[in-house]
């Protein structure tokens, strides 16, 4: 689990993590959802630390929570054909 997150769960999907800083700032989670209070998952579509250290808590694979498009299998697809060097501007 992460040392500045406490996880506490509040259901089977939903938690409430508390960041351990001077604010004390608490976010409220969903997995099935994939959401969190914070809203870096779901603007990025990458799980955001609060949403990692539920599924440390709980050993639920972060892969699986991952968006498609981030994956190495996705990411080598993009570049699979051969990209091949251009002439300058000047020719």
Same mark, same amino acid.
């Given at each position: #689990?992460?040392?500045? @997150?406490?996880? !506490? !769960?509040?259901?089977?999907?939903?938690?409430?993590?508390?960041? #351990?800083?001077?604010?004390?700032?608490?976010?409220?989670?969903?997995?099935?959802? !994939?959401?969190?209070?914070?809203?870096?998952?779901?603007?990025?579509?990458?799980? @955001?630390?609060?949403?990692? &250290?539920?599924?440390?808590?709980?050993?639920?694979?972060?892969?699986?929570?991952?968006?498609?498009?981030?994956?190495?299998?996705?990411?080598? &697809? @993009?570049? !699979?054909?051969?990209?091949?060097? &251009?002439?300058?501007?000047?020719?």
């Amino acid at each position: #689990m992460d040392t500045n @997150c406490f996880v !506490r !769960r509040g259901g089977e999907f939903d938690y409430e993590v508390s960041h #351990m800083s001077l604010t004390g700032d608490t976010f409220s989670i969903n997995l099935l959802r !994939r959401e969190c209070f914070y809203r870096k998952w779901l603007i990025t579509g990458l799980p @955001c630390c609060h949403a990692i &250290a539920c599924m440390k808590d709980q050993d639920i694979n972060i892969d699986d929570y991952i968006l498609y498009n981030y994956l190495k299998e996705k990411y080598e &697809a @993009c570049y !699979r054909l051969m990209t091949y060097p &251009a002439n300058g501007q000047k020719l």
